[in-house]
Structures are given as C-alpha cells and as structure tokens.
C-alpha cells in the first residue's frame, strides 16, 4: 500500500509538468526512478528480502515526484491542495469501507460461490456510497460532474 502513495504523487506531478510542456522532464524523472528502483532492488534484497520491492518503488517515485514538484514553475499551493485532498479522500474512503464491511452481518449460503457473490455485490454497494459521500464532501471535480449530471437529468 506504501508504494501506491509514491506512485500516485509521480503521476500528479508527473501530469502537472506535461501540463507545463515539460515532458522532456518528467521522461527523464521517470527514468531516474526506474534505474533507482532497480539499484535499490539490487543492493537491499540479500539484507532485506521481498519487502524491499514495494519500499523501493515508493521511495524511486516519491523522489522522482519531489524533483518535477520542485521544478513546476508556477504556484505550487493549488497541485499540493488537490494532492492532500485526494490523499485524504481515498484514505478516508479505505477506511471507512473496510470499517463497514467488517460490521456488516454475514449471511450464509449453501455454497461457497453464493457467498461470494454476496460479498462482491455487498463490496460494491458499499464503495459506491462511500465514495459519493465522501466526494461529496471534499468536493472531488469528477464526482461533482457526475452529481450535476445526473441532477440536470432528472430535472427533465
């Protein structure tokens, strides 16, 4: 899970300086966390074992990620704004849903496949309520959208 937050902040950096036209930049920044990761891998693994894989590849890319913030060149206040809210919004979604799924009541079923149905389809209902609310909430652009859609469509 600690590598997912090293890769998401590469891409929203990442997509922040291509929006800037310095993709010649990112290509390169990208390009030092590849050869980083693998120097890591490879002088970490004997002392470490497996679980360096996942810490290398975050640290590569929250280093890559720290260089194109540090090289955008307008203000930096509104990419770290939506950077903490996305943070927080998906960490608060993870939480909460897990939260919910473990104090749901389980039913069981005769056969292992209906149980695991149930489960899915209790999964998905869960996710999508939590992830409305909570893009509710932090005011997620895409989700927003979606709200007004959905609100000019019934309207009609």
């Given at each position: 899970?600690?590598?997912?937050?090293?890769?998401?902040?590469?891409?929203?950096?990442?997509?922040?300086?291509l929006?800037v036209?310095?993709?010649k930049?990112?290509a390169g920044?990208?390009?030092?966390?590849?050869i980083?990761?693998?120097v890591?891998?490879?002088?970490?693994?004997k002392?470490v074992?497996?679980?360096?894989?996942?810490i290398?590849?975050?640290?590569?890319?929250?280093i890559?990620?720290?260089?194109?913030?540090s090289?955008?060149?307008?203000?930096?206040k509104p990419i770290?704004?939506?950077?903490?809210?996305?943070?927080?919004f998906?960490t608060?979604?993870?939480?909460?849903?897990s939260?919910?799924?473990?104090?749901?009541?389980?039913?069981?079923f005769?056969?292992?496949?209906?149980?695991q149905?149930?489960?899915?389809?209790?999964?998905i209902?869960i996710?999508?309520?939590?992830?409305?609310?909570f893009?509710?909430?932090?005011?997620?652009?895409?989700?927003?959208?979606?709200?007004?859609?959905?609100?000019?469509k019934?309207?009609?």
């Open positions: 899970a600690i590598s997912l937050l090293g890769v998401y902040s590469y891409i929203v950096f990442g997509m922040s300086m929006s036209d310095k993709g930049l990112y920044y990208g390009s030092m966390a590849q980083l990761l693998i890591i891998n490879f002088t970490l693994i002392k074992g497996i679980i360096i894989f996942p290398s590849y975050f640290i590569s890319h929250f890559a990620a720290i260089f194109m913030y090289n955008y060149p307008y203000d930096k770290l704004k939506t950077f903490f809210k996305y943070i927080i998906g608060a979604c993870v939480i909460i849903s939260y919910l799924f473990h104090s749901i009541p389980k039913i069981h005769n056969t292992a496949f209906s149980q149905i149930y489960s899915i389809c209790i999964s209902c996710s999508i309520l939590i992830l409305a609310f893009g509710y909430i932090f005011r997620i652009g895409e989700l927003m959208k979606f709200y007004s859609l959905i609100k000019n019934i309207k009609r």
